[in-house]
């Protein structure tokens, strides 16, 4: 009969100071990567809050075409929201746009988003080179899909970080910028 040797006996297992310090290690690299994605999440927001503007954009723009009618985008600057207005009634059916009366509170709204929540603020919006602060303003996509000529800053206060998307008159066409943007006036002669 053999017996194991009294010193095998004391290795087989870790000591509590081993598995304190893998403890505390592992402590360590969890607030390390909790500092981090906190860190990251607002950064995150104002990507996604960009992300869903442009998509929001883009599906107002394709659907005037589609659809062969305008739509509408309206800011609320006052409230940090906006949302699109379709041509159609609420009840169902088309709205009739040319008619004497006003017809803006029939009219569907889909896509509300509220940027609030998220901690996020229009800064202002650019309509044919009129910068608005504050108040409501609206601009329309065409069945050729082109637009009002505009960009909507967007700005996230917790670390003073601004973004810009700017939709082309023309086109209909979303670009995006880090920060501020304002696009340079073209010069006398630069089409000559």
Known sequence: MRTAAPSSRRNAGFSLIELMSVVIILGL???????SWESLLPSTRLNSAVRI??????????????RNTVFEIYYDLDIERYWVRTPYLAIGGKANLEAEFDLEEERAVVDVTNLDEDGIQIHSVTIDDQIYVDGQVFVRFDPLGSSSAHTIVLYHDLFDRYFTVEVLPLTGEIRFHDGLFEREQPRDGAFD
């Open 29 to 35: 690299l969890a607030s390390v990567a909790v500092m």
């Open 53 to 66: 503007l442009s998509e929001r954009l883009a599906g107002a723009r394709s659907e005037a075409i589609a």
